[in-house]
């Protein structure tokens, strides 16, 4: 649903000394940085994807949201409340229901067997589970010590022993039905230049279009932490919390309906691309997020002396690192920059 463009020129043309009326665009001058050349362009009607509740764009930071959130920055108001300024005729109720249609018809697409594409996924060749082999293979006992020194278990996973794949460990994804969707190879060698290595692009399905659930996938409703990589999701896994990685510090549109029915906590790495990356994962995930105050959108990083979360295993065990994340997460304050509060980012 598009923002009706001459309420939101109202709304600016209130709030800017000046603002710039470009086609169906509305610039304004960053509230994120000095500006003066009006670099952050907003978008009533949604941008090139025709975004719920417009979008706005931020080029001196990159920083981007929905226009309901950037009226939450200006105004320090309530999400509630800046929808009822974009959107004052219609309610709540309505707004709700209307987005729960959409992203119920986004996740029937994506998610039910019946209704997705049928592609056929295998694990390489020369790949087997690293329990099957030999208690003397070689490849089984790198394996076993690569993992043991990071405190991960080896069940489940795989080791291939043929190129181009050799020497890496396998790790499956699964969707909710338990049918294999995707896999991840990692290195076990220090020295390897590509630590990671997907399937071939030809069969079809790539990193954006799946998200990787340690152990079985929970029920809806449930909260879910959303993490970089497998061995992070593994670790907090282990720490009996319900754990996904998105491959990285992006996430894909894809990625976000996978989990719009979960409660997340956006769980990156502590370096400046895991800080940059909450904020840019908790502006995906708020366009994505029931308008309901029940559904809370929280993040967690590690502390300052472990880069990420398998890193905090390994040398505090699982209930430290369980308790450190329910006792350091914080909700997003859309009124605080990035929807992060400072104290949070740096504890």
């Known amino acids: 649903m598009a923002i009706d463009f001459d309420k939101f020129v109202k709304w600016a043309d209130s709030r800017f000394d000046d603002i710039v009326i470009s086609g169906s665009e509305v610039r304004i001058n960053s509230i994120f940085t000095d500006d003066v050349k009006h670099k952050m362009w907003c978008s009533p009607s949604g941008g090139k ?13 990159d920083q981007k949201g929905s226009l309901v959130k950037l009226v939450q920055l200006v105004d320090k108001c309530s999400r509630d409340d800046a929808m009822n300024s974009l959107l004052g005729c219609r309610t709540m109720a309505e ?3 209307d987005l729960d249609e959409i992203l119920c018809d986004a996740d029937t697409l994506l998610q039910k067997p019946e209704n ?19 208690v003397n293979n070689w490849y089984r006992k790198k394996s076993e010590e690569y993992l043991d020194a990071r405190k991960i278990p080896v069940d489940g996973l795989y080791v291939c022993m043929e190129p181009p794949y050799k020497g890496r460990i396998i790790i499956p994804y699964y969707d909710r039905f338990g049918s294999l969707i995707y896999w991840n190879a990692r290195h076990i060698s220090p020295n390897s230049k590509m630590k990671y290595l997907g399937p071939p692009k030809d069969i079809g399905v790539g990193k954006g279009d799946v998200i990787f659930m340690a152990g079985t996938w929970p029920s809806l409703g449930s909260i879910v932490h959303v993490c970089e990589g497998e061995f992070n999701a593994i670790s907090l896994r282990l720490s009996e919390l319900n754990a996904a990685a998105c491959g990285g510090k992006n996430m894909t549109d894809k990625q976000a309906v996978l989990l719009s029915d979960f409660k997340i906590v956006v769980c990156l790495d502590r370096d ?36 990420d979360w398998n890193d905090m295993l390994v040398e505090c065990g699982p209930a430290i690192l369980h308790a450190w994340i329910k006792k350091k997460q914080r909700p997003v304050d859309f009124s605080a920059p990035h929807g992060m509060a400072d104290d949070a980012m740096h504890f």
């Open 116 to 134: 997705q594409k049928k592609i056929e996924i295998s694990l390489p060749n020369g790949t087997n589970l690293i329990t099957d082999l030999g």
């Open 95 to 97: 707004l709700e229901k």
């Open 272 to 307: 400046k691309a895991g800080e940059s990356g909450t904020a840019k994962m908790l502006n995906m995930l708020s366009l994505g997020k029931s308008l309901s105050s029940n559904d809370k959108l929280s993040y967690v990083r590690p502390p300052e002396r472990y880069n």
């Open 49 to 61: 994807l025709n975004r719920d509740f417009g979008v706005f764009h931020c080029f001196k930071t």
